[in-house]
């Protein structure tokens, strides 16, 4: 009988010592479990710049400013058209101030600028700001030497508008140092009347290079080059043929027609628009 329950004794004393042993090692060596949980990683968002309610355009400047030779229905030149274009393709509401005087010189146009009280008003709240100038400064040029001008000659006055051109550019920026300024070139339209000078269309190329490189000095001052706008081989056959530019006012063969300012328009518009992080927002 004694045995017997000293058997039984040891026997439960191995059960015992070996589930506690089963578990001080499952305890040690058993693997943590990890449950993952998935985030949503929030993409910081863009940011975006606030459009203006409102745009203002200032364009100074001659004869091509003020719209002459466009039809009375459209009227204002590229102007109104630009206007238009700005405010359809941007859904903002646009207002233009036209300060374009048929026959200014350079000269004239800064006499202008220094004295114009409206325009000293204007200046600073435009968005845009456009100018159009030069133009009678070669036909005061054509003027004085008549037919015997020389592409030398015209060279010779585009080195002095140059000048005249970083002044003007400098007064406007006195008024407005943020908004972008687009210069529009000359063109030729003279290709009737000047048939006789000797490389007449690399003067005016010339005259549109200078404007350029005095543009290029200043910050945000974009030039527009619209000197084969009215002229390539196709259009001056037809002023071989009825000695007319069919893009040009029939009454001065100068300043362009309602097409004519169409195509200058898109011009413009297309600088304006490929710079619209410069004026478009806040």
Same mark, same amino acid.
Request: charged letters at 25%; hydrophobic letters at 35%; glycine letters at 8%.
């Given at each position: 009988?004694?045995?017997?329950?000293?058997?039984?004794?040891?026997?439960?004393?191995?059960?015992?010592?070996?589930?506690?042993?089963?578990?001080?090692?499952?305890?040690?060596?058993?693997?943590?479990?990890?449950?993952?949980?998935?985030?949503?990683?929030?993409?910081?968002?863009?940011?975006?710049?606030?459009?203006?309610?409102?745009?203002?355009?200032?364009?100074?400047?001659?004869?091509?400013?003020?719209?002459?030779?466009?039809?009375?229905?459209?009227?204002?030149?590229?102007?109104?058209?630009?206007?238009?274009?700005?405010?359809?393709?941007?859904?903002?509401?646009?207002?233009?101030?036209?300060?374009?005087?048929?026959?200014?010189?350079?000269?004239?146009?800064?006499?202008?600028?220094?004295?114009? +009280?409206?325009?000293?008003?204007? !200046?600073? /709240?435009? $968005?845009?700001?456009?100018?159009?100038?030069? *133009?009678? #400064?070669? %036909?005061?040029?054509?003027?004085?030497?008549?037919?015997?001008?020389?592409?030398?000659?015209?060279?010779?006055?585009?080195?002095?508008?140059?000048?005249?051109?970083?002044?003007?550019?400098?007064?406007?920026?006195?008024?407005?140092?943020?908004?972008?300024?687009?210069?529009?070139?000359?063109?030729?339209?003279?290709?009737?009347?000047?048939?006789?000078?000797?490389?007449?269309?690399?003067?005016?190329?010339?005259?549109?290079?200078?404007?350029?490189?005095?543009?290029?000095?200043?910050?945000?001052?974009?030039?527009?080059?619209?000197?084969?706008?009215?002229?390539?081989?196709?259009?001056?056959?037809?002023?071989?043929? +009825?000695?007319?530019?069919?893009? !040009?006012? /029939?009454? $001065?063969?100068?300043?362009?027609?309602?097409? *004519?300012? #169409?195509? %200058?328009?898109?011009?413009?518009?297309?600088?304006?628009?490929?710079?619209?992080?410069?004026?478009?927002?806040?």
């Amino acid at each position: 009988m004694k045995k017997k329950s000293i058997w039984i004794v040891v026997i439960l004393v191995l059960l015992i010592a070996g589930g506690t042993g089963y578990y001080f090692f499952n305890k040690k060596t058993a693997q943590p479990v990890v449950t993952q949980v998935k985030s949503d990683k929030v993409k910081p968002k863009k940011k975006v710049d606030p459009k203006k309610k409102k745009i203002s355009i200032v364009a100074i400047g001659d004869s091509l400013t003020e719209g002459i030779g466009d039809s009375k229905k459209i009227g204002g030149g590229y102007v109104t058209r630009l206007q238009s274009k700005v405010q359809n393709n941007f859904d903002v509401e646009t207002h233009s101030h036209n300060y374009g005087v048929s026959g200014d010189t350079s000269s004239q146009i800064m006499a202008r600028i220094k004295s114009d +009280k409206k325009m000293h008003q204007d !200046l600073p /709240k435009a $968005d845009i700001i456009t100018v159009t100038v030069g *133009g009678n #400064d070669f %036909m005061h040029l054509l003027q004085r030497k008549g037919i015997d001008l020389t592409a030398g000659q015209i060279a010779d006055e585009q080195k002095k508008f140059d000048v005249r051109l970083n002044k003007l550019l400098s007064d406007i920026r006195n008024y407005n140092q943020n908004a972008p300024i687009y210069l529009i070139g000359i063109y030729n339209p003279f290709s009737i009347y000047l048939s006789n000078v000797k490389n007449a269309k690399i003067a005016f190329i010339n005259w549109n290079k200078g404007s350029a490189q005095v543009a290029s000095k200043f910050d945000k001052v974009y030039f527009v080059d619209i000197n084969n706008l009215y002229q390539n081989k196709k259009i001056d056959k037809v002023v071989e043929k +009825k000695g007319v530019n069919p893009y !040009l006012y /029939k009454k $001065d063969h100068f300043h362009p027609n309602a097409v *004519g300012y #169409d195509m %200058m328009t898109q011009k413009v518009f297309e600088k304006v628009s490929g710079t619209k992080k410069e004026w478009l927002f806040k």
